[in-house]
């Protein structure tokens, strides 16, 4: 099934928090979300100064977890944060092994790559399709959008996975733009959008950006209004493409800022947030770190949120449920990876329901 406009894509790391986000979505809210799933590397071992374990073992379970909590829908796989010359130990690409497994499990994933992925990943994902038939996922940047040579490259590089125009996905992804001006850079990804007839022509065009802060030391405690810029921008940009220009997918990277860093955890002493979406924005209710000051906290940042006028009540999402639930002392604080697949929830929900609002159901 072709993505359309009115479907959400989260770009999200599969990791407990996320996947445990998409499984409790309700269903007619799973029915418009197509998760952009990034593959994470292996947690590293500061102490041994080695990967805590290898891409086999680290990615062996990815295809009975991804059937078991997205089941048999929609969703699009990328590779590009593991290390370009990362191969199983027999040598296959994780990338090729990864959908060949979720495969076998009656999974849809559509595989994604970018200009500049080695021949290893594009042999890898040129078999995946041959075995899946899902087409790919091409992602780029603002900056190669806008090379006067796009639609070539373009077109070179799907003639090397032996697939056409019309079975790609084009990803534009923003990632983190200095968003303000709004209005020059609505008129340079309307140039970049105008300009390509890949764009044009693909089987579909998906808009990412995040605004999210990329680190929780942005945040003033106890609470704080942040605004998803992403979201506000995407909406101007389609009154300025107007009726001709096709309507792009939203994208967005949820709860969390675009990237990866692995980070010693000896070290870090993480605070406890709750980051929840309301209209145009997230709140985000701050304490203090949860190492040496527990997760007991979470009570009164859950009694944080719930009192803003920002809260969309219980019932919204489960994620909303859960906050309201702590804060009442009916569920437990968690842990970190808890507050994710919370806030992820929300999240989700939320923009599903914008997008409705927006486009009709």
Same mark, same amino acid.
């Given at each position: ?12 790391? =599969? ?14 809210? &799973? ?20 990967? $805590? ?7 062996? &379970? ?8 997205? %089941? ?7 590779? %590009? ?10 040598? &296959? ?19 994604? +790559?970018?200009? #500049? @992925? ?40 799907? !003639?090397?996975?032996?697939?056409? +125009? ?9 990632? *983190? ?9 609505? #008129?340079?990804?309307?140039?970049? +959008?105008?300009?390509?007839? *890949? ?15 990329? @680190? ?9 209004? =942040? ?12 009154? #300025? ?19 990866? @860093? ?19 924005? =997230?709140?985000?209710? &701050? ?29 919204? $999402? ?6 309201? !639930? ?10 970190? $990876?808890?507050?994710? =697949?919370?806030? @992820?929830?929300?999240? +989700? ?13």
């Amino acid at each position: 099934m072709p993505i359309t406009h009115t479907d959400y894509v989260p770009i999200l790391k =599969w990791r407990q928090g996320e996947y445990q986000a998409l499984f409790r979505l309700p269903d007619a809210v &799973k029915d418009r979300t197509v998760p952009l799933i990034e593959i994470t590397p292996p947690d590293f071992d500061f102490e041994a100064w080695t990967p $805590s374990k290898s891409i086999d073992d680290h990615v062996a &379970k990815f295809a009975a977890r991804f059937r078991a909590k997205w %089941g048999t829908r929609l969703a699009l796989l990328d590779c %590009g944060l593991l290390d370009p010359a990362e191969v199983m130990q027999g040598g &296959k690409h994780p990338m090729l092994y990864l959908c060949e497994e979720a495969f076998a499990q009656g999974a849809t994933l559509v595989p994604v +790559i970018r200009l #500049n @992925s080695n021949a290893g990943y594009r042999t890898a994902v040129r078999a995946a399709n041959a075995l899946m038939q899902t087409g790919v996922i091409l992602r780029c940047s603002l900056d190669e959008a806008l090379d006067p040579d796009f639609d070539r490259n373009v077109g070179v590089a799907l !003639q090397q996975l032996g697939v056409t +125009i019309a079975e790609c996905d084009v990803v534009l992804d923003l990632e *983190a733009p200095a968003w303000d001006p709004q209005d020059v850079l609505i #008129n340079i990804v309307t140039a970049a +959008i105008q300009a390509s007839n *890949a764009m044009a022509t693909a089987r579909s065009l998906i808009l990412a950006g995040t605004s999210f802060p990329a @680190s929780m030391g942005e945040v003033t405690g106890p609470i704080q209004f =942040w605004p998803r810029r992403e979201w506000t921008f995407f909406r101007a940009l389609l009154a #300025n493409l107007g009726e001709t220009l096709r309507k792009p997918t939203f994208a967005d990277y949820a709860i969390a800022a675009n990237g990866y @860093s692995q980070m010693d955890m000896r070290k870090v002493k993480p605070s406890a947030t709750i980051r929840y979406a309301c209209d145009d924005g =997230w709140i985000i209710a &701050k304490g203090v770190n949860v190492r040496d000051n527990g997760f007991g906290q979470y009570r009164g940042c859950s009694g944080t949120v719930t009192g803003s006028a920002h809260f969309l009540g219980s019932g919204f $999402s489960p994620g909303s449920d859960y906050i309201e !639930q702590c804060r009442d002392g009916i569920a437990g604080t968690g842990s970190l $990876s808890t507050w994710r =697949w919370v806030g @992820s929830n929300h999240h +989700i929900t939320k923009v599903v329901a914008d997008l409705a609002t927006m486009f009709g159901p």
